[in-house]
């Protein structure tokens, strides 16, 4: 069975840097796409980024682009996401997601993906 327990979530100013970590277990994960979204109080859970975890290739929601990273460590099994120059309007409960890398339509959609972790709480604020 599929686990996915995410951390590094907190408190920092605007301009701040946050390393989030989503460790994987239960089975091998090279099938599988790895996606982190977030979701703000009252909006609907967004997309923010994925990898594909046999071959390392990523994309990044516009709203993300140049500021957040995200990687895989095959030997650890997790997936990072780092955030750099957060803004306010990051703050959200960002959450870990897997999902079967042939059976995803669009990276971007929630419906693609199978396993959730429990979600880790980031708040951007001075």
């Known amino acids: 069975q599929v686990q996915l327990v995410e951390s590094g979530g907190g408190l920092v100013q605007p301009g701040g840097s946050l390393r989030l970590s989503c460790v994987a277990s239960?089975?091998?994960?090279?099938?599988?796409?790895m996606g982190w979204f977030r979701q703000a109080p009252g909006k609907e859970r967004e997309f923010v980024a994925a990898i594909r975890w046999g071959v390392g290739t990523t994309d990044y929601a516009d709203a993300v682009k140049g500021r957040f990273t995200i990687s895989r460590d095959n030997i650890k099994n997790t997936v990072y996401l780092q955030m750099d120059n957060l803004k306010p309007e990051d703050t959200a409960v960002y959450y870990c997601?897997?999902?079967?890398?042939?059976?995803?339509?669009?990276?971007?959609?929630?419906?693609?993906?199978?396993?959730w972790g429990q979600g880790t709480l980031v708040t951007v604020s001075s």
């Open positions: 997601a897997a999902g079967i890398a042939v059976r995803i339509i669009k990276l971007s959609s929630t419906d693609d993906y199978t396993n």
């Open positions: 239960g089975r091998a994960f090279g099938a599988y796409v």
